[in-house]
């Protein structure tokens, strides 16, 4: 055996050795400790005076039963962090204590700016930081961390602004100091404001969003959604409009069906069919170009029908509007037939009975009541079947198209 070889089977030798030992050092440590070990007068002590597993494990219990010994807590947490000084938790807690001690708050600061520096990006650090700043009546601070926080996590923007908003109240100030740049976090602050029905809060990220938005973009989607629902119908239109250039504000979104049909957020006319029926575009049939909308049904249901629907913003008119389009119909069965509902706001109905179970394209058309105020017209496709009638399924087709609406006075002027 060459000296070399027996030199370094010797280093391994000794090397596992001590391993040995100190994996007997840490397994005693570690009985010695009792996990309901209540922090008392006297400082805990472990045999290891590198700390061990044994010294992080007592760490961990005094961390959680601190109130008991504030004072033995600091100290013992100060030794640790000698050893350990990338645990996080242990800087926070030793910032927890010297609050609850009456530190210096300089020192309490330089405590909890330790647990974020060791980990910057561990977002529960970041967090407990955003907690304690603010309540250490540390505004800026907090939301400092808040921001931090919420980091490559746009999804979770809601929780930062519930958070930071209960003491940032102006929405360009909340923005700018707790949600970092960048579309998907003012998308996400949309999706929170139409939730929570924050219409001061949408406007200020909708006006930091470039448009205009792509069509289907859930910015502009939640963004018209809450408008509308607040009643301002201008901005609703205002914003379709940048990205629908075709759309002319108080007509019928879509009315000749240029551009797909959706599930009814925004001004998107709402095609969530039931089981036996299906809606669709036909670019084949249609009274204007390029498409109609489609209804088709099976003929195995009993389907009572509250869609195809769609929403129309309007400007405020006493005099009344006009409904006008075009509808066609082929084998269409049951006596309870489709037809079409008509309402502004909570007002009163009117519906449109189809001519005929089959029939060529025809023209329809209706007088609304006027309103003093801008309104929300709701036109929409119903059936009311009896489940008593022996035919009561539905069967056939239906079109839609060229849908219009105009102010009843300058409709009679032509």
């Known amino acids: 055996m060459s000296k070399r ?111 974020v520096a060791t980990q910057p990006g561990n977002r529960e650090a970041r967090w407990r930081a955003a907690t304690l700043s603010q309540l250490l009546g540390d505004a800026d601070l907090a939301a400092d961390h808040l921001r931090q926080w919420l980091h490559d996590q746009p999804g979770e923007a809601g929780q930062v602004l519930f958070a930071a908003g209960r003491w940032i109240h102006d929405p360009d100030e909340l923005l700018d100091r707790v949600v970092p740049e960048g579309e998907l976090y003012l998308s996400a602050v949309l999706r929170f404001a139409r939730q929570h029905d924050r219409v001061d809060l949408a406007p200020a990220a909708w006006a930091r969003l470039p448009g205009p938005r792509p069509p289907g973009d859930n910015a502009l989607l939640d963004f018209v959604d809450l408008v509308l629902g607040e009643g301002d119908y201008d901005a609703a239109m205002a914003a379709w409009r940048e990205t629908y250039p075709d759309y002319r504000p108080g007509q019928v979104p879509n009315g000749d069906f240029v551009h797909p049909v959706g599930g009814g957020r925004g001004l998107d006319w709402d095609t969530r069919m039931p089981a036996g029926s299906q809606a669709m575009r036909d670019t084949r049939r249609f009274v204007s170009e390029p498409a109609s909308l489609r209804l088709e049904f099976d003929g195995k249901e009993t389907l009572r029908l509250s869609r195809p629907s769609v929403r129309i913003p309007v400007a405020a008119n006493p005099d009344g509007w006009i409904l006008s389009g075009h509808w066609r119909g082929e084998r269409l069965t049951t006596r309870a037939l489709p037809y079409l509902d008509v309402r502004p706001g909570n007002g009163d109905r009117t519906r449109v009975d189809v001519p005929a179970t089959t029939f060529d394209w025809t023209p329809f058309r209706v007088e609304l009541d006027g309103a003093d105020e801008p309104a929300l017209l709701h036109l929409q496709l119903r059936r009311d079947p009896s489940v008593h009638h022996f035919d009561r399924f539905l069967a056939g087709t239906l079109w839609l198209d060229a849908l219009r609406l105009e102010p009843r006075a300058s409709a009679s002027l032509d």
Do not use: C, K
């Open 5 to 115: 070889t027996y030199l370094r089977r010797l280093l391994l030798g000794v090397a596992g050795l001590a391993a040995i030992a100190i994996a007997g050092l840490e397994h005693r440590a570690l009985s010695s400790i009792e996990l309901d070990l209540e922090v008392a007068g006297s400082e805990p002590r472990v045999e290891i005076p590198w700390g061990g597993f044994a010294g992080r494990r007592l760490s961990a219990m005094v961390e959680a039963n601190w109130r008991q010994n504030p004072e033995m807590a600091e100290t013992f947490l100060a030794r640790q962090l000698q050893r350990y000084p990338l645990d996080h938790s242990r800087w926070y807690t030793r910032a927890i204590v010297s609050r609850d001690l009456d530190r210096d708050p300089d020192l309490l600061r330089a405590h909890l700016g330790a647990s």
